[in-house]
Structures are given as C-alpha cells and as structure tokens.
T-cell receptor, first 110, second 115 residues
C-alpha cells in the first residue's frame, strides 16, 4: 500500500506567521501535486512538481519535491486568513493513478 | 458552467437502502475517478475509468459498490445495502490524458449520511 503521510495534521497560526507542511512516503512518485480544499468544495490544484529537487513558487507559497521523489514540502510565508483550508498532497505512482495524503488542516487567525 | 457536476449534493438514507450518485465530467475529459473522503482526511481512491472502461477498482471497495460509465460520458456510483460506515463525501474528478499538469478537476461532492 502506498501511503502519503502529511504533517502536521492540524495547524492554527496567527496572520503573518510562516509555516511548513510536509508530505512523506516510502514510495517513489513520477510527480507530486498539492491541492487546497475548502469546506463543501472539491480540492483545487495548486501546483505539480515533476523533477527531483524541483522548487516552485506561487506567490507566498513555495513547493519543493525531494531529490528522491519520495517527499515534498509546502512553505507559506506571511500566512493570511484566506490561506485557511485543507492542504492535500497527491502522488502519482503511475500515469493515471493519484494517491492523496492524509491532509493538513490549516487555520489562519486574523 | 463547464466544470464537474455531481448529483445529489446531499443524501440521507436508512441503513440497508441502496443509493446512486451521478457524476458529469468536463465534456472532453476521458479519465474519470471516484474518491471517498471522510471529514478532515484526504480523498481515498475508489475507482478509475478511461473512457467507458473501468481500469482499476480499489480493494477497499466491497461488492456492495459498483460504478459504471456508459458511453464514456457520465458515471454512476451505486452503493447497495448501505451501512453506517459508508457515510462520507463521495468525490468525482475528471482529467484529460496527456494534459501537461495532469490536473484532477473535482466536483463539489455528494455527501452521504446513513442513519
């Protein structure tokens, strides 16, 4: 069974603070994605990383794919209340299959 | 609206009843997925279609679950003899083979409550 463990599971921080979410697996993935999900909605794609060691930036969000393509991190700088949501990593062990992580629920307090 | 649509959004049923959910993917998308999600957790893979062919079904899916995608368009997920443990959000997603990002486009989900 391919598992993607995310940490922390829950995170409550003040507006303006920085945070990092981790996504770890013992399996190698051809690519890894990060999604954000808000209550009552489906997940929405934030980024796809493909190459080991790749770093991508999306405004205040920085995503990194591990060198061995088994893990990833999401760093948010100066978090805002609008960043609140459930963050999900998703690994692709094959061209069509997506395995989602356990999720990190972030709450940013104003 | 040209996104993924799911129906119904909410379903409350009594244990032992059958329920069916429908998913209409984005029209040109040939891949369709069903996931199950419980509160605060990540989506759990149930099954995958490429066009009308069901190419993979999770071992977590009991014989009470069946999914179809006739003609490679919309899909249905049926749960027979529902149990309280089936209570969850059922998410449908679609994607296009060969798309650069491999993005999954999700519907808003169908929430099932089994009493």
């Amino acid at each position: 069974t391919q598992l993607l463990e995310q940490s922390p599971q829950f995170l409550s921080i003040q507006e303006g603070e920085n945070l990092t979410v981790y996504c770890n697996s013992s399996s190698v993935f051809s690519s890894l994605q990060w999604y954000r999900q808000e209550p009552g909605e489906g997940p929405v794609l934030l980024v796809t990383v493909v190459t080991g060691g790749e770093v991508k930036k999306l405004k205040r969000l920085t995503f990194q794919f591990g060198d061995a393509r088994k893990d990833s991190s999401l760093h948010i700088t100066a978090a805002q209340p609008g960043d609140t949501g459930l963050y999900l990593c998703a690994g692709r062990p094959s061209t069509y299959k997506y395995i989602f992580g356990t999720g990190t629920r972030l709450k940013v307090l104003a | 609206d040209t996104g993924v649509s799911q129906d119904p959004r909410h379903k409350i049923t009594k244990r032992g009843q059958n329920v069916t959910f429908r998913c209409d993917p984005i029209s040109e998308h040939n891949r369709l997925y069903w996931y199950r999600q419980t509160l605060g957790q990540g989506p759990e893979f149930l099954t995958y279609f490429q066009n009308e062919a069901q190419l993979e079904k999770s071992r977590l899916l009991s014989d009470r679950f069946s999914a179809e995608r006739p003609k490679g368009s919309f899909s249905t997920l049926e749960i027979q003899r529902t149990e309280q443990g089936d209570s969850a959000m059922y998410l449908c997603a679609s994607s296009l083979t060969g798309a650069n990002t491999g993005e999954l486009f999700f519907g808003e989900g169908s929430r099932l409550t089994v009493l």
